[in-house]
């Protein structure tokens, strides 16, 4: 007797190939591909670093936003629906924004991308594959994550390309149509799983030492941080390799090898949470890339930073594992999408405040030391954080609690036992 029809394994694998495909596209965009367009925007208008970073936050905090709306959208509405939403606002917005020539308007046309094309997309896709999956979702998840990877590691490249052959505004009307082309086709698939999951025996969990509530506000306080630490070299690695003399080519190419490296390490640390916890694989990846994060500026050829980067992309990688693993470790159950969802909007908010924050020094200092410092307080923030999280989850030892109790009723079966023996004899 199997759990699914025939037909389902099979195409539960195209579905995670659409929404790695559609996730590299849009959050490779969305993200941090607007790090190739910081110097010919500034060359053109003369607008501030900060100014521009801006763009990037604004796009983030509407994804923040859209992904908590538009998530609760994609369970009570058609998901086919939903995904073609985020496909059509995404490319349609890239392609005006090659038309703008305000901030106003870029700022605008990133918001809108966010909320209502990334956001479409993100969330929305990442628990359709779960849905898929009764058996091996975590590889699943993990492949679509690994995709998203892969495009925030190439849409820069492919930018940065297109900017040297066709100015900053071919370039993005590029790839507002590429994106069209590309993604409308892809939601078009999209499916609900044809067979709900059948009902099974509940899994027995440990109860999170903390309620839901606070849960959110640690957790959703800690992505804050280490998510502005994780942004400042996405955004800021390609005009800070510039800025050594590196062309725009091989700049992107520096990030490319990151987050290649960054797809692996994805895979490793979700090894590592099965064997040593989610907090502990959490925090090893969070002091890893603070640790690390301001060696870029010490940095001043191609050969070392493309020889720094993936070490660097390796384990910064893993603090997303680290973050969805802990989320999925101290939430429970009945409100785990919920909880997820806030905690995430909270990641993308600190992923657009990094980035807003290293432009701003950058214009006050002229040199990107100063940023990465700033990157590297975050990333001691968000340290002390998780690790006081750690602590509480330690010495309340949830786990040793039901083991203690299980210890005792066996010493009590087997005191019975042994006053059964003795009213016997």
Known sequence: MTDRPAKEPMYRWIIVIIASTMLAISMGQLVNGLSAFFLPLEAQFGWARGEIALINTAGLIGLGLGGI????????LD??????TGAIVTGGAILLASRANALWQLYALFFVAGAL??????????ALVGGWFRTRAGLAIGLVAAGQALGQGGMPVISAMLIEAMGWRGAMSALGIGTLATLVPLALLVRRPPVAPSAGPAA???TPPLG?????????????????????????????????GIGATGAGSILFVMMIAAILGRVAFGQLADMIGALPAYLLASAWQTALVFVFTQLVTLEQ???FAPIYGFGYAGVMTGVLTTIRSQTPAYCRASCTGIILAFAWFGHGIGGLVGGVFYDA????????????LFGLVNLAIVGGLFW????RRPGRLAGSAAAQALRAHRREGRLRRQIAA
């Open 305 to 307: 930073m493309l020889t």
């Open 79 to 84: 998901i086919r629906k939903v995904a073609l």
């Open 365 to 376: 200092t002229g040199a990107y030391e100063t940023t990465f410092g700033v990157a590297v």
């Open 69 to 76: 709306v538009m998530g609760f959208a994609a369970d009570r």
């Open 204 to 206: 027995v969990e440990v």
């Open 212 to 244: 839901p509530a606070t849960t959110v506000i640690v957790l959703g306080a800690a992505v804050l941080c280490c998510c502005s630490l994780m942004s400042v070299p996405l955004m800021h690695l390609i005009p800070l390799a510039q800025g050594c």
């Open 117 to 126: 094309g990334g956001g479409a997309l993100f969330a929305p896709l990442m």
């Open 392 to 395: 509480v989850t330690t010495s």
